[in-house]
């Protein structure tokens, strides 16, 4: 015996010395090439063929990894010998799963294939932008070669078919949250998730019926309408915008929806998506099936004053239309938005593109939910017809509503209620104006006792209409009032109006006192705005165009000569208080056409006017045919003063009549001068 341990040892020492000796001999790289070309032969010769389905694929988890691990939890559940359990966080349901490196056979079609779990630890981190896991998984499924082409496409079809099912029946909705604010977890995944288990279904939700009925048979029709999006050339999508006050059912009304459907949430919180391109990431990683939601969308990001950051920096803005708030950054559909320039905010651009625009199909059957308690204080372009598909107005409680909240609350079905109860509710309810989250409260604090839930909520009722109808009259009083105060100024307007043109029959009398000037009506820049008014020049005898604005402004920055791209706060504020941004200043050509638009003389700037000189007297001809008094040609050439008038009679551009006295004064002048 001794002997023979002797003899194993001598054997296990002249092994490890060849093995050294090997290693020595035949570097890695040369194993490894060894190694593949035996694997390459082994497979040539073997009667199967092998897929590995990696659980992350690049940087992107795998759909398919998913789907057979949930296909494959239910055939091991039942055929399996040693099992993984889990239950997620809150999940009602035990997963069952094959234990690492474990293998199951499963057929389909009458052919049996072999699926091995194949888990490896991953080798250390070499630099990566997120956290990877510390393993590496994944299944290998095992065909026979002759089976391949029968069954490969159609098994996997089948697979994802069925574990979708299965998502379906078992899984608990899952409600996702981007609150990481962008960073990814270790799987790639920017949203985070919790069972979604919310009771709220269309059967406890208070709205009328009709519109109940409505719109669940809209959210059916879409859900089945696969065929229709596909014949019409539609994406797979639908958008509802939800508003109404706060407390009448919107967040119950989109968890009824997932119930209903046995769709997942997408909570999207607009305040922490740093810019369109996140916008983009994160619906990239939402799955099908699911509804989008963001709620409150007026207070979660300022979007009509998002540009105001970006400083109007897009390029090549030439031809757009700035008056179009969807355009502001580059048009919807292009999917690229001027931030993607500076990267450094959402805008409503990119948010329409999030709903509408290519990316928005990157995916299928997926619901956008909007939800808002001021649907005056949206963007219209949010607004317009097809981009959301359903607006639906959540009111406060009428009473149909009222009795499904107390067949929920209190198990009362109408025929319960004595008549004289039910007539007294109907009779203040809509007067009442209480939203059903406050008939809630009221009913949940005697739920116990029904009939002193009834009486209570009666009570509440009641009082809310008195002080409403009360509100109403002193309301109506204050309106009245304010339509005589109205009435007054008008009355004291046109008596102004009535002065003041009498004034301009004798315009020196009393002029001060009717047209004070006011500033706030004239540019900052006002000796500026003047300067048309007097020639300095008496050696110039060029024409000089006032084009009587002093800012000018156009939609088409292709009409600036020498554009610069505007990289200051400062904003156009048009009537309603909207702000338009700035994308670029320069200066631009006057162009002087004749009737027929022929263009017959272009000039450019010189200094802060634009200067006609001799080339394009001739083109000014009929401006000096036929004599006219000094005061016409002072009011036709925008006021200049007499020695002006007097230059222009000595070089025979103009011909004046006779010289009006010095008596008859300009109102125009005395205002622009006083
Ligand atoms: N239409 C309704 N049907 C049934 N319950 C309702 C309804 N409206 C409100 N409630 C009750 O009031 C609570 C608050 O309602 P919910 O959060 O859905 O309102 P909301 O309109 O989304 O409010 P907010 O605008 O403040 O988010 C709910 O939990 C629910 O119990």
């Known amino acids: 015996m001794k002997e023979y341990w002797a003899s194993l040892a001598s054997l296990l020492g002249v092994l490890a010395f060849c093995q050294s000796l090997l290693q020595v001999i035949f570097p890695p790289e040369l194993r490894f090439a060894f190694l593949k070309l035996l694997n390459r032969i082994f497979n040539v010769f073997s009667t199967y063929c092998y897929f590995d389905i990696t659980e992350i694929d690049g940087v992107n988890t795998n759909e398919l990894y998913n789907a057979v691990q949930l296909y494959l939890s239910s055939s091991v559940s039942i055929s399996g010998s040693r099992l993984s359990l889990t239950r997620a966080l809150n999940s009602s349901a035990i997963t069952f799963g094959l234990s690492n490196n474990d293998c199951i056979y499963d057929s389909f079609n009458g052919v049996t294939v072999l699926w091995e779990h194949v888990v490896a630890p991953r080798q250390a981190q070499t630099f990566s932008w997120r956290p990877m896991p510390e393993e590496k998984r994944g299944f290998t499924l095992r065909i026979r070669k002759k089976d391949k ?3 490969l496409d159609l098994y996997l079809e089948f697979i994802m078919e069925k574990a979708n099912d299965i998502r379906r029946k078992n899984q608990d909705r899952l409600l996702y949250t981007n ?6 977890d270790s799987r790639g995944h920017p949203w985070e998730s919790v069972p979604f288990k919310h009771p709220s279904t269309f059967e406890t939700l208070a709205i009328d019926p009709e519109k109940k009925m409505e719109i669940m048979e809209d959210l059916i029709s879409f859900a089945n309408g696969q065929s229709f999006y596909q014949k019409t050339g539609r994406a797979w999508k639908r958008g509802y915008l939800l508003y109404g006050p706060p407390g009448t059912g919107k967040s119950s009304m989109i968890a009824a929806m997932a119930n209903y459907l046995g769709y997942d949430i ?25 509804i989008i939601v963001i709620e409150d969308i007026d207070c979660s990001i300022s979007l009509s004053n998002r540009k105001k950051n970006n400083g109007g920096s897009g390029s090549g803005s030439g031809s757009r239309n700035y008056y179009d708030p969807e355009m502001r950054c580059g048009g919807s559909g292009s999917g690229s938005g001027c931030e993607d320039g500076n990267n450094s905010s959402i805008t409503l651009s990119g948010l329409l593109n999030f709903t509408d625009g290519l990316w928005s199909c990157c995916g299928s059957e997926r619901i956008f939910v909007f939800t808002t308690n001021h649907i005056e204080k949206l963007d219209p372009a949010l607004l ?4 959301m598909d359903m607006h639906i107005f959540m009111n406060f409680c009428s009473y149909p509503a009222l009795l499904i909240l107390l067949k929920n609350y209190l198990g009362y079905e109408e025929s319960d209620l004595e008549e004289e ?12 104006e209480m939203t059903p989250a406050d008939i809630s409260e009221v009913l949940i604090k005697n739920k116990r006792i029904k009939e002193k839930a009834v009486r ?3 009570e509440a009722l009641k009082i809310k209409a008195e002080r409403n109808v009360k509100n109403g009259a002193n309301r109506q009083k204050k309106n009245s009032d304010e339509i005589e105060e109205e009435e007054e100024e008008v009355v004291e307007e046109e008596e102004q109006e009535k002065r003041a043109l009498e004034t301009i029959k004798n315009p020196v009398a009393d002029l001060d006192k009717v047209f004070r000037f006011d500033y706030s009506y004239q540019s900052d820049d006002f000796p500026q705005a003047l300067a048309a008014l007097t020639l300095n020049d008496c050696n110039d005898s060029s024409f000089y165009v006032d084009s009587v604005a002093t800012a000018h402004m156009t939609n088409d920055a292709g009409k600036l000569s020498s554009q610069k791209p505007f990289n200051g706060f400062d904003m156009i504020y048009v009537g309603g208080g909207t702000g338009l941004p700035i994308s670029h200043f320069g200066t631009i050509e006057v162009a002087i056409k004749d009737q027929n638009q022929r263009t017959i003389a272009i000039r450019h700037k010189r200094g802060q006017l634009y200067a006609l000189d001799d080339v394009f007297h001739e083109a000014l001809s009929t401006i000096k045919m036929g004599g006219l008094p000094s005061s016409l040609w002072h009011q036709r050439l925008r006021h200049p003063n007499s020695k002006s008038l007097a230059l222009l009679k000595k070089n025979n551009f103009i ?9 008859k004064i300009c109102i125009s002048c005395q205002m622009g001068k006083s």
């Open 384 to 387: 317009r017809s097809g981009r």
């Open 179 to 184: 609150s990481r604010g962008g960073s990814l």
């Open 149 to 151: 082409s029968l069954i």
């Open 421 to 432: 109860m039910l007539k007294e509710l109907k009779l203040v309810v809509d007067k009442a």
């Open 655 to 663: 011909d004046v009549t006779h010289w009006v006295t010095k008596t």
């Open 266 to 290: 997408y909570d999207l919180e607009l305040t922490e998506v740093h810019n369109n391109s996140e916008l983009r990431k994160l619906l990239m990683k939402t799955s099908s099936k699911s």
């Open 456 to 458: 209570e909520l009666l």
